[in-house]
T-cell receptor, first 111, second 113 residues
Framework: GNSVTQMEGPVTLSEEAFLTINCTYT??????LFWYVQYPGEGLQLLLK?????DKGSNKGFEATYRKETTSFHLEKGSVQVSDSAVYFC??????????FGTGTRLTVIP | EAGVAQSPRYKIIEKRQSVAFWCNPI?????LYWYQQILGQGPKLLIQ????????DSQLPKDRFSAERLKGVDSTLKIQPAKLEDSAVYLC???????????FGPGTRLTVT
């Protein structure tokens, strides 16, 4: 079956620190992988995606590389800002089917 | 382009009452999803429609939950009767047939007391 295991939080970092949120997956077939972000009081927004092995998704300074050999899709950012404080969800999708989400990681960035 | 619209944004009901949520997807999106997000967890699919047909409702508690998308556009999710454990955010998402990327609405936060 399909599942996503995500690094548990919460994570608290100082501004300009390096961020890594780990995500590993189990899937039948060849999934697409996603990171979604949920800012306080807002809905889920797509942050970045990768649709095949070795693809790198990037957006707003965040990056994640689809690693088939380790079944991972870790989220990274070189220098976080206070405005990055949010909950981050790793997710996978096979074909036109629904998304399978991890449990989410809450990031708090302090000035 | 307008996003996915949902209403109401918040709802508080007592257990055993009924409640309905409404979703209007992005114009032209054939696929519509309802997810349940319990506090501290990731969203879980309840039901997926393609046009007005059900693609997947395997995780929908059919004894109390129902959903419809009669004209293949907007959709309604109903809970009757509600239980305490139904307290969650109910998210609607839509996607086009050719591109599988899902766009989410703001959600409806349901509190059952």
């Amino acid at each position: 079956g399909n599942s996503v295991t995500q690094m548990e939080g919460p994570v608290t970092l100082s501004e300009e620190a390096f961020l890594t949120i780990n995500c590993t997956y189990t899937a039948t077939g060849y999934p697409s992988l996603f990171w979604y972000v949920q800012y306080p009081g807002e809905g889920l927004q797509l942050l970045l995606k990768a649709t095949k092995a070795d693809d790198k998704g990037s957006n707003k300074g965040f990056e994640a590389t689809y690693r088939k050999e380790t079944t991972s899709f870790h989220l990274e950012k070189g220098s976080v800002q206070v405005s990055d404080s949010a909950v981050y969800f790793c997710a996978l999708q096979t074909g036109a089917n629904n998304l399978f989400f991890g449990t989410g990681t809450r990031l708090t960035v302090i000035p | 382009e307008a996003g996915v619209a949902q209403s109401p944004r918040y709802k508080i009901i007592e257990k055993r009452q009924s409640v309905a949520f409404w979703c209007n997807p992005i114009s032209g999106h054939a696929t519509l999803y309802w997810y349940q997000q319990i506090l501290g967890q990731g969203p879980k699919l309840l039901i997926q429609f393609q046009n007005n047909g059900v693609v997947d409702d395997s995780q929908l508690p059919k004894d109390r939950f129902s959903a419809e998308r009669l004209k293949g556009v907007d959709s309604t999710l109903k809970i009757q009767p509600a239980k305490l454990e139904d307290s969650a955010v109910y998210l609607c998402a839509s996607s086009s047939l050719n591109l599988y990327e899902q766009y989410f609405g703001p959600g409806t936060r349901l509190t059952v007391t």
